[in-house]
């Protein structure tokens, strides 16, 4: 079953404006990891934050993960309109070894206006 | 120089045939995944192998079969097709079971 929900499901803004989208999962993690999508290609991994971090970050990327909320949200800084696209979260279920067998939310599509 | 590759990019096919997609990685992972998107992009895995052994087989029909001759290579082959068939397949690698690489994507359509 689908683990968790992202919010919103669509976000636009304008270029130079911050985007943060949020995750919500159900079951206890290894980690969470994040990946976005362009229109018609393939999805390609962000960034990881395993159960025992609460923040990481990557270039203008943050994450943050709050396990007792089952929830994360990725914010991008600055953003640019090559940033749109659509971003996923995807949890590893604890207790699944190492399988890496990733549970995906529903996705929110980015649009960034120039 | 591409990590992950799939083909064909895009099949289009009749109910009731048999294809075959294929998938391999150059990265030297251990670990390849089967993934299923649907119109609404929702993403669901579908098998996974490490090193050649079937490690996840989730609730898919089976008429699809996973076969994986050597662990650069995990190719899906799909019996008796039906529309509700159609969707984007994704194949991806992975070295440990974290973060994982992803192909371009075979879109499927059954018609």
């Known amino acids: 079953s689908q683990q968790g929900e992202e919010d919103p499901q669509a976000l636009s803004i304008q270029e130079g404006e911050n985007a943060t989208m949020n995750c919500s999962y159900k079951?206890?993690?290894?980690?969470l990891q994040w990946y976005r999508q362009n229109s018609g290609r393939g999805l390609v991994h962000l960034i990881l934050?395993?159960?025992?971090?609460r923040e990481k970050h990557s270039g203008r990327l943050r994450v943050t993960l709050d396990t007792s909320k089952k929830s994360s949200s990725l914010l991008i800084t600055a953003s640019r309109a090559a940033d749109t696209a659509s971003y996923f979260c995807a949890t590893v279920t604890a207790g699944s070894g190492n399988t890496g067998k990733l549970i995906f939310g529903q996705g929110t599509t980015l649009q960034v206006k120039p | 120089d591409t990590a992950v590759s799939q083909t064909p990019k895009y099949l289009v096919t009749q109910m009731g045939n048999d294809k075959s997609i294929k998938c391999e990685q150059n990265?030297?992972?251990?670990?390849m995944y089967w993934y299923k998107q649907d119109s609404k992009k929702f993403l669901k895995i579908m098998f996974s192998?490490?090193?050649?052994?079937?490690?996840i087989n989730e609730t898919v029909p089976n008429r699809f079969s996973p076969k994986s001759p050597d662990k650069a290579h995990l190719n899906l082959h799909i019996n008796s097709l039906e529309l509700g068939d159609s969707a984007v397949y994704f194949c991806?690698?992975?070295?440990?079971?974290?973060?994982?690489?992803f192909g371009p994507g075979t879109r499927l359509t059954v018609l």
């Open positions: 079951t206890s993690i290894n980690n």
């Open positions: 192998y490490n090193n050649k052994e079937l490690i």
């Open positions: 934050i395993r159960s025992n971090e």
């Open positions: 991806a690698s992975s070295p440990t079971g974290t973060e994982q690489f």
């Open positions: 990265l030297g992972h251990d670990t």
